[in-house]
């Protein structure tokens, strides 16, 4: 059983490039997130997804896209990247609303140069 | 603005001690308040949780203390051990999750 599987687990990327990061769970859980993760600050939301089709914006979404056409993928796209996008960035996944244990992937270390 | 404030940033006790980490958060539509441990190079993942009907939740060594009318709630680990040191993440959820800044727990042999 996978879980959360995020690629790529490092990138490097130029000032201006874009990418997507991409996020797959094979738990069938409707509820999926994006997180950014600074030294320091926590995690910080930055989508989320109630289910296929369905996505909204959390606390920090400048700069990001997602979209949700599948139950199982949550991409993350990035356009037009600045050196404060440099992050580690973690994928979740939950059967319920924030009420239940959220299943984190193993992150993405991204540096924007 | 950070919805869920927590501290201390760092934490360094003797193996067999008990650290307490604290969290306060300001939303009072939250209704649940897990605890997350993230070892270095891994995701989060979740320890404890607790929903605010309940003032005390213990799961072997780890106890969340819950103060509803403070809005404050707090994480204890009894005989902490070396194995234990790790990144504790606090958090409170209604639609979403929002975390806490984290805490860096060191348990000395």
């Known amino acids: 059983n996978a879980g959360v599987t995020q690629t790529p687990k490092f990138h490097i990327l130029k000032i201006g490039q874009s990418m997507t990061l991409q996020c797959t769970q094979d738990?069938?859980?409707?509820?999926m997130y994006w997180y950014r993760q600074d030294p320091g600050m926590g995690l910080k939301l930055i989508y989320y997804?109630?289910?296929?089709?369905?996505?909204d914006k959390g606390e920090v979404p400048n700069g990001y896209n997602v979209s949700r056409s599948t139950t199982e993928d949550f991409p993350l796209r990035l356009e037009l990247a600045a050196p404060s996008q440099t992050s580690v960035y973690f994928c979740?996944?939950?059967?319920?609303?924030?009420?239940?244990?959220?299943?984190f992937g193993q992150g993405t270390r991204l540096t924007v140069v | 603005q950070q919805q869920v404030k927590q501290s201390p940033q760092s934490l360094i006790v003797q193996k067999g001690g008990i650290p307490i980490i604290n969290c306060a958060y300001e939303?009072?539509?939250?209704?649940?308040f897990p605890w997350y441990q993230q070892f270095p190079g891994k995701g989060p993942a979740l320890l404890i949780a607790?929903?605010?009907?309940?003032s005390e939740k213990k799961e072997g060594r780890f106890t969340i203390s819950f103060n509803k009318s403070a809005k404050q709630f707090s994480l204890h680990i009894m005989d902490s051990q070396p194995g234990d040191s790790a990144t504790y993440f606090c958090?409170?959820?209604?639609?979403?999750?929002?975390f806490g800044a984290g805490t860096r727990l060191t348990v000395k042999p």
């Open positions: 979740a996944s939950s059967w319920d609303r924030g009420l239940a244990e959220a299943f």
């Open positions: 939303n009072t539509a939250f209704d649940y």
């Open positions: 607790i929903r605010p009907d309940v």
């Open positions: 997804s109630v289910g296929a089709g369905i996505t």
């Open positions: 958090a409170a959820a209604r639609n979403d999750m929002r």
């Open positions: 738990m069938n859980h409707n509820y």
